[in-house]
């Protein structure tokens, strides 16, 4: 990581932690677009996720109970790299992901499409992502769609006033 890159990263996370987001409680507007984003793209499962440090943390889903995975193993992570809706059609066909345990175990993923959590210009808090158990393309038009949802994400955590949200325990 560069100097840049780690600049970034750190502004990042304080904005993040600033936001108060990873210790609130989740609205439930957040599962309802995780619903509405799994019935559109007909897949089994959808996230609201937020990255942190070491941990990608749940705060929308449908189709899951997933609560937290370690960064290490998050798609999330590539989607906060850029402003752009990050697409993997086939992640066995994909070197990258083509061992990852999610891949190659339960839950046996193979599609995966999220589009950035833009807060501030540069900084992504997370993702709006869905999750197929089966190859699949995404075009342009649904690329926009997911980007469209995500903007309703973070426009929902833009209006909450997290010092008024209760708290839930740091794991």
């Known amino acids: 990581m560069t100097d840049d890159e ?10 993040l932690l600033d936001t108060g987001l990873l210790t ?5 507007e957040l599962d309802a677009i995780c619903r509405a984003a799994r019935e559109r793209f007909d897949v089994p ?3 609201v ?7 990608l943390v749940v705060k929308g889903r449908a189709g899951s109970d997933a609560e937290e995975l370690p960064r290490s193993l998050a798609f999330c992570d590539y989607t906060i790299r850029t402003d752009k809706v990050f697409v993997i059609p086939d992640m066995q066909a994909d070197p990258r992901f083509a061992d990852h345990p999610l891949v190659i175990a339960e839950p046996f993923m193979r599609f995966y499409a999220g589009a950035p959590l833009i807060y501030l210009r540069e900084i992504r808090l997370g993702a709006l992502c869905v999750l197929d158990v089966r190859p699949r393309e995404f075009s342009p038009g649904d690329r926009a769609e ?3 949802l995500a ?20 794991r």
């Open 6 to 15: 780690g600049q970034r990263e750190a502004a990042r996370l304080r904005t």
């Open 24 to 28: 609130a409680a989740p609205p439930p």
């Open 45 to 47: 499962i959808a996230f």
């Open 49 to 55: 996720t937020l990255v942190d440090r070491d941990r």
């Open 146 to 148: 997911l980007a469209q």
């Open 151 to 170: 903007d309703e994400v973070v426009g929902i955590i833009a209006r909450l006033e997290f010092g008024d949200l209760p708290r839930v325990s740091p």
